[in-house]
């Protein structure tokens, strides 16, 4: 069933229809109480009914609302303009916001790409686009967004890993949150497609990992982190003992031979690598 626009004029100018026929209701009535000319009554009887007509037939839209009509059970369509008006008489009208909606899903448990178990939760920002689709397309379309949007936060989480640890995968869930999100919103956006809904925006708001592996996982990110740290170390002395050695023996300061420049390099190695400050042995030559 597709959104479709009803049929309706300005509610003041239907006001105005009302009071004149509430008018010529109580004009028929008293020529009937004057003359007892049936046709009066008959008169006034109409008008009377057209006064009620034309009263359940006034409604007021509210901005960023709308309205769904239907009569005797069939749809008939939707008022999404702000205001008052005057529409088909008789009928059940269901008010359906159209503001958008921010929805924060629970902390679910899930298992990521490589078995992981993680906490995961997602912001999710929406709106009614069919009224039609959200009205009778599902029994409650904020219930549906609800249950859809764990189900869709789920199946994305399985998709990725928690971390790229080893540079075997091009997208993981911690480091790549814009990706994440964008599939995370179209994967909504087809899931509630049937209720009517545009995911204007679905982010992750909370990760990380499961109580009972983060304390291990935390070990291996800071064993990573240290392991990265000494590898910028090592290059980084090699790259000055390679410089002091060729700079010694470019200004003839001192000759090396391979097995002193083996001495020196393990020597300078020691001193930049180690973690601890190294104490200088001066040699001093030979007491006699």
Request: contains cysteine; proline residues 2%.
């Amino acid at each position: 069933m597709n959104e479709k626009n009803i049929g309706k004029i300005n509610g003041f100018l239907g006001l105005l229809l009302l009071l004149l026929c509430a008018a010529m209701t109580v004009i028929s009535f008293n020529q009937f109480v004057l003359s007892e000319n049936f046709i009066w009554l008959l008169s006034a009887i109409l008008c009377a009914l057209i006064t009620i007509l034309l009263l359940s037939g006034l409604t007021i839209i509210q901005p960023n609302q709308a309205k769904v009509f239907t009569l005797f059970g069939s749809y008939l369509g939707v008022i999404k303009h702000e205001g008052f008006w005057l529409t088909l008489p008789l009928t059940i009208r269901k008010t359906v916001s159209l503001r958008v909606i921010n929805f924060n899903s629970d902390k679910l448990k899930v298992n990521d790409l490589e078995g992981n178990p993680i906490e995961i939760a997602a912001v999710v920002v929406y709106k009614v686009s069919d009224t039609a689709k959200a009205v009778f397309g599902v029994e409650d379309y904020k219930e549906f967004v609800h249950t859809q949007s764990e189900t869709g936060l789920r199946h994305i989480a399985s998709q990725y890993p928690y971390d790229n640890f080893n540079n075997d995968y091009e997208i993981s869930l911690r480091q790549h949150s814009d990706e994440v999100g964008d599939e995370l919103t179209k994967d909504l956006q087809t899931r509630l497609g049937l209720a009517g809904v545009e995911i204007i925006e679905a982010r992750i708001m909370h990760l990380a990992y499961s109580s009972e592996i983060a304390h291990a996982m935390l070990q291996r990110q800071q064993a990573k982190a240290v392991l990265a740290a000494r590898k910028v170390i090592v290059e980084g002395a090699v790259s000055m003992v390679k410089s002091a050695i060729d700079q010694l023996s470019t200004e003839g300061i001192v000759e090396l031979d391979e097995e002193k420049k083996a001495q020196m390099v393990n020597n300078l190695m020691v001193a930049l690598v180690s973690e601890k400050g190294s104490q200088p042995v001066i040699n001093t030559g030979t007491i006699y």
